[in-house]
Structures are given as C-alpha cells and as structure tokens.
C-alpha cells in the first residue's frame, strides 16, 4: 500500500486554534475543571492531551492531570497488526475514580480505537464520566461512538488517510490528507 498527498487540511495554526477552542468547550462543559483529567491515546494523542492540559492552565489558571494510555492490548484487531506487537506503557499516575476523564486522540474513524481505550480505561478504575476529544472526525463509523469536541470535521472517502503530524513525534505540523494508491 502506497499513500500519495493530496492536500493539507491543517495548519500549525489551524492546530492550534482547534486546541484553543476545544479547551474553551471543556471548560465550558464541565463548568470548570474541577475533577477533569486529560488522558492521550497514544501516540499522537498524548502531545494533543498535553497541549489542551496547557491551554486549560492559560485560560483557568489549574493545572489539569494529564495521562498517556496504551490500547494495544485491547485492540480487536490485535493479531493482525503483527505477531509481535510492540506494547508501551500506560502513564496514568493520579486515581482517575470519580473523575471527569477527557480522552484526547488524533483522528476519529471506525471508533474502534475508542472502545479500545475505554476498556483499557476502566480496568484502571470508574470515572465519574469519560468524554472525547479528537482533532480530526472523518466519518466512516462502525461503533456508535461519538466524540464531544472535535478540532475539524472532515469528510473523507474510505480509499483516503488523514493523517495528524505533530511536532514532538514528526518535527512538523499538520494534517493531511492522503489517497491510498494500488500497485
């Protein structure tokens, strides 16, 4: 499989002002941020959930517990991504009992990834209520999942790749937009 460009939907500061306004609506929502915790899917989930955690701080003046979750081995297509699949640490070090947990992922698509980190969520305790927050929502669902923020709609054909480059994992920042090419 070969992924060939077609067009930057996002920006460094459409980026960011996506993670602006989605730290406003947190805050809006949950009137506050008082037992609000940020938790990233990893991999690119967790710089997101860092920003949103920075940018709460800028607007409240709180400082909101921020985690990174690792969902591989929850993932209902865990055989077919490798027969070794490389597990990460989960880095959830404050108790998320009785919070309002905000998991925080890149692009939104079958919902699958979600379900996977809910399941990896809760095996660490019962939050008061699990919210999502996403960068990209492109479509194509297969679980009746739906995100609560989210930085961009994008509507996208099931032969394309959004694909989020964030600059403490690709030294670049952007989304965008790729076409799947058979050979």
Do not use: C, W
Request: glycine share 6%; hydrophobic share 45%.
């Amino acid at each position: 499989m070969e992924l060939q460009e077609k067009k930057v939907i996002m920006d460094e500061i459409a980026i960011r002002r996506a993670i602006t306004r989605i730290a406003h609506e947190i805050i809006e929502k949950n009137k506050g941020v008082t037992r609000v915790a940020l938790i990233g899917i990893r991999r690119r989930g967790g710089p997101l959930a860092v920003r949103l955690a920075e940018q709460i701080q800028a607007i409240e003046g709180v400082k909101v517990p921020v985690g990174i979750l690792d969902i591989t081995l929850y993932r209902d297509d865990l055989t077919t991504l490798s027969s070794q699949p490389q597990v990460h640490r989960t880095e959830v070090f404050f108790d998320i009992n009785d919070m309002h947990i905000i998991l925080v992922d890149d692009v939104m698509y079958t919902g699958r990834t979600v379900r996977a980190a809910m399941d990896a969520l809760i095996d660490l305790g019962r939050p008061r209520s699990i919210q999502l927050a996403v960068l990209v929502d492109r479509g194509h669902r297969e679980l009746p999942i739906k995100a609560d923020y989210i930085g961009k709609n994008i509507p996208t054909a099931r032969s394309e790749v959004i694909s989020v480059l964030v600059k403490e994992i690709d030294n670049k920042e952007e989304v965008v937009i790729q076409e799947i090419i058979d050979q």
